[in-house]
């Protein structure tokens, strides 16, 4: 059999396969472990997002060597199932979701998880505003699980990647960014490491998401103190609204004609006006327009 276009263009992609690694996500962590050496003391870890489980994979090859085998716990979550893997123990469901995080935290026992990855990438709208908020979502919900050791996630370096940044360091000293060499340049994909989890004192870990889970009621005054930090933002309009950014056709009945609707309030001296006047008198010649601009100068002075 002939090797597909893929297998020829994508080196991580074909080593993956070699390997035995379910996707080629795999050398990224692999990658960000050799500079940040993660799974040091790790027997309890959170895989978010795992299918189709190239990182649970990792955390059970690398986990294996760390502790006695049966004193390690890993917990893979995801929406979509996933087929099992050795000593992973696999959640169906949605990381934003409260009930989820209890759930992992009662495989835990009450213990909190010695490391969280998460290498969450919501279905991409193409509205990369929305992506980049979800995306962010997602990783605050990693703050839920209270990692004693580093969290890892994927994030998009996108404009607003600064904000999400000043909210990681409420609850992680240490924040990196972090581009493991099997990222293609060409993606704005990253990841965030996160060292030293030292939440505000006071803090009570909350998930209310107004745009994933449409509570809109949630009354953010009312939170007080260091529960008030994470500044919430809140997309508006339905995504098949117009869309500011382009050009609409003109709908006209058959055998209509465009009116031209004057806008309802006009500026009362706007800065261009006197560009209009030069222009619909055909006064824009260099000369002309420095003593037209003189005249309706004074002309103004005056009015
Ligand atoms: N790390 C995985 C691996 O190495 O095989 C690849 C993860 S893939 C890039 C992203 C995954 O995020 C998808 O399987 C998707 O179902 C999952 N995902 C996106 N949003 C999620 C959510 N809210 N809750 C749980 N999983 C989610």
Not at 19 to 32: H, I, N, T
Not at 136 to 142: D, E, N, S, Y
Not at 214 to 240: K, T, W
Request: proline letters at 7%; a neutral charge; hydrophobic letters at 35%.
């Amino acid at each position: 059999m002939g090797r597909s276009s893929k297998d020829k263009r994508d080196i991580y992609y074909r080593l993956a396969k070699e390997e035995g690694w379910r996707a080629r996500s795999a050398f990224k962590l692999l990658q960000l472990d050799q500079e940040f050496n993660l799974f040091t003391g790790v027997n309890r870890a959170v895989d978010l997002c795992a299918a189709p489980g190239s990182w649970s994979q990792v955390l059970s090859r690398k986990l294996r060597f760390c502790f006695f085998w049966e004193e390690v716990k890993i917990v893979a979550v995801d929406l979509q199932a996933m087929a099992p893997l050795p000593g992973v123990t696999q959640i169906q469901g949605d990381i934003t979701k409260v009930s989820t995080a209890q759930e992992i935290i009662r495989h835990f026992e009450g213990q909190p998880a010695d490391l969280v990855v998460c290498d969450g990438a919501p279905d991409v709208t193409g509205l990369h505003d929305v992506d980049e908020y979800i995306q962010a979502q997602l990783l605050l919900a990693v703050n839920c699980i209270k990692p004693i050791l580093p969290c890892v996630s994927q994030i998009f370096r996108g404009k607003d990647v600064t904000l999400l940044y000043s909210q990681l360091k409420i609850f992680f000293s240490g924040v990196t960014c972090a581009k493991p060499r099997s990222s293609r340049n060409s993606s704005i994909e990253a990841f965030v490491v996160c060292q030293n989890y030292c939440p505000p004192e006071g803090y009570v870990p909350n998930m209310s998401n107004p745009l994933l889970d449409h509570s809109y009621d949630v009354d953010f005054n009312q939170l007080e103190g260091p529960n008030r930090v994470i500044v919430p933002f809140l997309a508006c309009g339905d995504l098949s609204a117009y869309d500011s950014d382009r050009t609409y056709p003109l709908q006209l009945d058959a055998g209509k004609e465009y009116q031209y609707t004057p806008p309802t309030q006009p500026p009362i001296r706007p800065p261009y006006q006197q560009a209009c006047h030069l222009r619909k008198n055909n006064l824009l010649s260099k000369e002309d327009a420095l003593s037209n601009y003189k005249s309706i100068s004074a002309l103004q002075l005056v009015t």
